[in-house]
């Protein structure tokens, strides 16, 4: 418990250490929420869906949690490239314990940036159906930050430097969030959209994050949670599998 | 203490550690010398846990590290030959993370935390987030991290490298009395032949993957009929300088380097 403890620890005071990355990284979903959000505003409004940042909200939220966990995760190239993941490799500590301690570090580092974001939001106008449900909000958010910090781990226990991080980006963590229906509703999408966004771990995180803040969703609260805890638990499996057979 | 039987490490084509067998007894200082690239941080690595081996046997205190690797973690401390702290952490969070991963008591912890930074002379600057130090500052730091818990065997792979001759004092002076006092096994590699001289009680020399000799310093010097183990070492392994010949060992060691490149 200890080990999991100080590797959590670690990556919390890494977090605080680095403001200007926090600042920095508030940057995309403000963008996001005032360039879009105004931006196309107006169209939903009259497409009569409402009020558009009241649906953007959710969305980017989850982004917020969503990148600052793959990052999270990625990290571990650092460690790999400093060599501190040496230090850690060669400890007697079972390295499935050094998984889930970074792992949860992670998790933790973006779910403070989410609730910062959660902040912004309610500043930009964004308001909140039920305040009750709130903790119902925060049990998604942490389930998008556990998840993501574990696919990000998983990830960068095969890479040996950021060569393939690009690739990564575009083809994974891009797509994941654009299909996930954080930017549009999935009803009365084509079909075969409607099928990938039914695949994509997040689109699941971002209905549930809808319901509990707006009280409107798509897939449903049971479903979104369940989802969402079985792929959490996979990919932390898969993490934590690929990060014991990492060789330095 | 030490057993390791046909050892080999294989990347593709190229073999970094080709058949290798020694032993190191309990309580010895073991010196593993040779010339750059010659696998003797790949050797290390199979030892702890760091990298499997593609065939041979290793045993660290009865364990084989590839299938009982978290009880062999436990018998061994390492100082690495290149940098592993976590920069952004202060000098006493480095130290107290180690100590925490490796179990030491709180307050053994921070007794020998305090003992070993001031012995390294880094106890004013605790607070100070390590990327502001300065090279020889980490590798103080390093090497007091490696000593906090006290293992059964402990590596220290090039420890003194850039190393001023006052730590280097400091460090051999403390590595000595663990071996004396606590019956520590020590597993080192270094350049520094006198250091080997003075420190080792056995010394293996390996290049280009094969053990080419291996004995008491006295041994290898009444060997190769030289007065000094420099002069030993340069007979068994020739005065070519490794790193500017174009050898295809050479070439196909970069072609393993290009693609992958954390391994050495």
Not at chain 1, 8 to 14: D, M, P, T, V, Y
Request: charged letters at 20%.
């Amino acid at each position: 418990m200890s080990a999991i403890y100080i590797l959590w620890l670690r990556q919390i005071k890494r977090y605080v250490r680095s403001r200007p990355r926090i600042v920095a990284s508030l940057g995309q979903p403000l963008l996001f929420l005032l360039a879009l959000g105004f931006g196309f505003g107006p169209i939903f409004q009259r497409a009569g869906q409402g009020n558009y940042i009241q649906f953007l909200a959710p969305g980017v939220i989850a982004m917020t949690v969503l990148f600052t966990a793959i990052f999270s995760g990625i990290e571990l190239i650092w460690d790999r490239q400093f060599g501190f993941l040496k230090e850690t490799l060669v400890a007697p500590v079972p390295r499935l314990l050094i998984m889930i301690g970074r792992t949860l570090g992670g998790a933790t580092v973006a779910m403070m940036q989410g609730l910062i974001v959660v902040v912004i939001c309610l500043l930009v106008g964004f308001r909140v159906t039920s305040y009750a449900k709130l903790p119902l909000a925060f049990f998604f958010m942490a389930l998008v930050a556990v998840m993501f910090t574990a696919l990000g781990t998983a990830i960068a226990s095969v890479l040996s430097d950021f060569q393939g991080f690009q690739f990564v980006m575009n083809f994974l963590v891009m797509p994941i969030f654009f299909l996930s229906g954080a930017l549009f509703p999935l009803t009365n999408v084509p079909k075969t959209l409607a099928v990938v966004a039914s695949l994509d771990p997040l689109a699941y995180g971002v209905d549930g994050l809808r319901i509990a803040l707006l009280g409107v969703g798509h897939f449903g609260v049971a479903m979104d949670a369940v989802v969402l805890c079985l792929i959490t638990t996979a990919l932390l499996g898969a993490g934590g599998y690929l990060f014991s057979r990492i060789q330095v | 203490m030490i057993r390791v039987q046909n050892l080999i490490k294989r990347y593709g084509d190229f073999t970094a550690v080709a058949d290798i067998s020694f032993e190191v007894a309990t309580g010895e200082m073991f010196a593993f010398l040779g010339p750059n690239g010659a696998g003797k941080t790949t050797t290390i690595k199979m030892l702890t846990t760091l990298l499997k081996p593609t065939s041979g046997h290793v045993e660290l205190d009865g364990l084989d590290p590839t299938t009982h690797a978290n009880e062999a973690r436990k018998r061994f401390g390492i100082v690495f030959q290149d940098p592993s702290l976590d920069d952004e952490l202060t000098a006493y969070e480095n130290m107290d993370f180690h100590g925490v991963l490796y179990k030491v008591p709180k307050r053994i912890r921070s007794e020998r935390i305090e003992q070993l930074l001031k012995l390294f002379e880094l106890w004013d600057r605790r607070k100070d987030p390590v990327k502001q130090f300065s090279r020889g500052m980490k590798r103080r730091l390093e090497i007091a991290r490696g000593l906090l818990h006290t293992p059964k065997i402990l590596f220290l792979d090039e420890p003194t490298l850039g190393l001023d001759p006052q730590t280097r004092n400091q460090l051999w002076t403390h590595v000595k009395k663990l071996n004396a006092e606590e019956r520590v096994t020590v597993f080192l590699t270094t350049h520094y032949m006198e250091e080997a001289e003075r420190v080792a009680q056995r010394i293996a020399i390996i290049d280009h993957g094969k053990i080419v000799a291996q004995g008491t310093p006295q041994e290898l010097k009444q060997q190769t009929n030289s007065e000094t183990l420099e002069q030993a070492f340069l007979a068994l392994t020739g005065t070519t300088i490794r790193e500017e010949s174009a050898g295809s060992a050479d070439q196909m060691r970069n072609m393993a380097r290009m693609f992958r490149p954390r391994q050495k």
